[in-house]
C-alpha cells in the first residue's frame, strides 16, 4: 500500500486546513483508514478513523467537533478537515490505512506515508 499525504502547511490560531491522503495498492473495502499526528518531542496518537465500508468516524476527544474526517471511495483518498485549529495541534500528520479497534481507541496495523507537517500559529 502507498499512502501520500498531502495540505498541510502554517495557519494561524482559529483557522482551517485540509488534508489529503491518497492511497493505492490495494483495495480498501474491508479496512478502517485514520490520522495519526507526532508533535516534537511526543509519540505519534490517534486522531481521527473512517470505516472505508459504511464510512462511520471515530475522533480522538482531542479533536471531535472541529475535524471531521472523510472517505471518496472512487478517488481512494483519505480527507482530515480541520477547523478552529489550535496551537497545540501543532505536529506532523500521517495516514495509515489499516487500523485496529482496541480498547476505546485505535492503532495502526498498516504502513505510513511520509507524513504532512502542520503548524499552528497563537
Known amino acids: 500500500v502507498q499512502l501520500v499525504e498531502s495540505g498541510g502547511g502554517l495557519v494561524q490560531a482559529g483557522g482551517s486546513l485540509r488534508l489529503s491522503c491518497a492511497a493505492s495498492?490495494?483495495?480498501?473495502?474491508?479496512?478502517?483508514m485514520g490520522w495519526f499526528r507526532q508533535a516534537p518531542g511526543e509519540e505519534r496518537e490517534f486522531v481521527a478513523a473512517?470505516?472505508?465500508?459504511?464510512?462511520?468516524?471515530y475522533y480522538s476527544d482531542s479533536v471531535k467537533g472541529r475535524f471531521t474526517i472523510s472517505r471518496d471511495n472512487a478517488k481512494n483518498t483519505v480527507y482530515l478537515q480541520m477547523n478552529s485549529l489550535k496551537p497545540e495541534d501543532t505536529a506532523v500528520y500521517y495516514c495509515?490505512?489499516?487500523?485496529?479497534?482496541?480498547?476505546?481507541?485505535?492503532?495502526?496495523?498498516?504502513?505510513w506515508g511520509q507524513g504532512t507537517q502542520v503548524t499552528v500559529s497563537s
Open positions: 495509515n490505512a489499516d487500523l485496529e479497534a482496541y480498547n476505546g481507541t485505535y492503532y495502526p496495523l498498516g504502513s
Open positions: 473512517v470505516r472505508w465500508s459504511d464510512g462511520s468516524t
Open positions: 495498492g490495494r483495495t480498501f473495502n474491508s479496512y478502517t
